[in-house]
């Protein structure tokens, strides 16, 4: 059964910037794709980001497109989320999530990820 582990959160100030890691374990991601969801305390389950394991095609939403960049390593089996100019809206926790996608197509939905990470906390401090 695939594992996911998120970590790199942590308290930061604006304009810092911070890079989360998901890591899996127990199988591949191959075929699979890899999403970054956040969730601020009182607001719903939002996407972030997503990227097709084996493209490694990539999108965003409005609210981090050019601030937020997610990349993959391949041999660590790892997907990051990389986040500059952070803004005290980016609080939240972070969940990375996944689910099968022989055709790869990306999805913004929560409902589409079948497995989840435990989160990691950022806090960004005006």
């Known amino acids: 059964q695939l594992q996911l582990v998120e970590s790199g959160g942590g308290l930061v100030q604006a304009g810092d910037s911070l890079r989360l890691s998901c890591t899996a374990s127990?199988?591949?991601?191959?075929?699979?794709?890899v999403g970054w969801f956040r969730q601020a305390p009182g607001k719903e389950r939002e996407f972030v980001s997503g990227?097709?394991?084996?493209?490694?095609?990539?999108y965003y939403a409005d609210s981090v497109k050019g601030r937020f960049t997610t990349s993959k390593d391949t041999d660590k089996n790892t997907v990051y989320l990389q986040m500059n100019s952070l803004k005290t809206e980016d609080t939240a926790d972070y969940y990375c999530a996944v689910y099968y996608a022989p055709f790869q197509v990306p999805s913004y939905s929560a409902e589409d990820y079948r497995i989840w990470g435990r989160g990691t906390q950022v806090t960004v401090n005006s």
């Open positions: 990227i097709r394991w084996n493209s490694g095609g990539e």
């Open positions: 127990g199988g591949s991601l191959s075929h699979f794709v």
